[in-house]
């Protein structure tokens, strides 16, 4: 947005100096530039590591969940938290602004879709596996629904995977054949459909809403899944080829179901504004906004650390995953929005000339 300042620019009295015209138009410049860089100036990011673990997602509190040292785990700031695991091994993988977490712990050598309830305690609630052999979820919104996916085999051994959904507690069945990765506050699910037990089979991006499921097209013939969904209703995720093609994928950005290709990589999350992150243009971990992409791993330049993968954004436009060094350490991280040093220095030199001629006139102004 480009706005403009009514400052009539040579409509100074005329027995003004020739030095104190200068140094009011010099003032009119700094505040148009300043106005300039405020509405063009890029973001940088300040690199924070989170130590090990991987971060999988972040609410609009900037409260981090994922996975150290085997455990699902909470950040929040500089504190790190185990959440109770019930078992060997746990995973977070969502984290709504009420600070609930969903993911999944390990009994019995299986996998069950869990909840934490943080604001209360680090105890897992085990939502159960709907008859299947395992279950996980992926995803909460801000009134609680939940979604994930059950895994089980017929009597033939034949392996099946069924989108679930959780409300207030109860578990039904979403979407035969299929997983459910991501819910909004609309209730709208997305995710994967159809069986893949074969090299040639495709899968298929979906979004389903009160018992209505649509499919999202791939990229010309290729199998879709979609990662997540923002409150606008924008979907991303990607378009593959077949397992024996070797062909690679696709970032994909859905808006009312029509298709637009972001070029070669992944799109893993979209926040409201509309800014995606995964892998994309040939970067392990990028941001792009309107078309434009930022490779991400440069704001870690210099640490000794790479990043690996974007994951989740939040509404701020902070960014989280896990970065990697030199030594197959592996460390997670939040990305955290700044304004760019030349914004700044545009709006330091333009207060230091209005300070200076604020200065002047009050070194000029009579005495009482």
């Known amino acids: 947005m480009t ?19 200068w140094w009011r138009l010099l003032v009119v410049i700094a505040v148009l530039g300043m106005g300039s860089a405020a509405a063009n100036a890029g973001t940088g990011y300040r690199f924070v590591l989170l130590g090990e673990g991987q971060a999988t997602g972040i609410n609009n509190k900037g409260q981090i969940v994922g996975v150290s040292q085997g455990a699902a785990t909470l950040w929040e700031g500089s504190t790190k938290t185990t959440l109770g695991g019930g078992g060997s091994e746990s995973w977070a993988s969502d984290i709504n602004d009420a600070g609930q977490v969903v993911g999944w712990i390990h009994r019995s050598g299986e996998s069950e879709a869990a909840l934490w309830n943080t604001q209360s305690s680090l105890a897992p609630i085990g939502l159960g596996r709907l008859n299947g052999t395992a279950s996980q979820a992926y995803a909460i919104n801000d009134t609680g629904q939940i979604v994930g996916v059950r895994h089980s085999r017929d009597p033939s051994g034949r392996y099946d995977q069924d989108a679930l959904q959780w409300t207030d507690g109860t578990a039904s069945v979403l979407l035969r054949d299929s997983i459910a990765l991501d819910i909004n506050n609309a209730g709208q699910v997305v995710g994967s459909t159809g069986r893949v037990e074969y090299l040639d089979d495709i899968s298929y991006a979906f979004v389903a809403q009160q018992g209505q499921t649509t499919i999202l097209p791939a990229r010309g013939s290729l199998s879709g899944t979609a990662w997540a969904i923002n409150d606008v209703g924008t979907a991303v995720g990607t378009s593959t080829g077949r397992l024996d093609a070797n062909e690679p994928s696709y970032a994909m950005l859905w808006n009312d179901g029509a298709p637009t290709d972001l070029g070669i990589g992944e799109a893993r999350d979209i926040n409201d504004a509309g800014q995606v992150v995964g892998s ?50 592996v460390n997670a991280y939040v990305l955290i929005p700044v304004p760019e040093p030349a914004a700044y220095a545009m709006v330091v030199c333009g207060g230091a000339m209005v300070g200076a001629l604020a200065w002047r006139r009050k070194r000029r102004a009579p005495g009482p």
């Open 280 to 329: 994309l243009g040939g970067h392990a971990a990028a941001v792009s906004h309107h078309g434009v992409v930022t490779n991400l791993g440069k704001f870690a330049g210099g640490t000794g650390w790479s990043l690996a993968a974007a994951s989740a954004i939040n509404d701020s436009g902070w960014i989280v995953g896990h970065a990697l060094n030199r030594y197959g350490r």
């Open 3 to 21: 706005s403009t300042l009514n400052i009539p620019l040579f409509d100074l009295p005329v027995t003004a100096s020739r030095a104190t015209r």
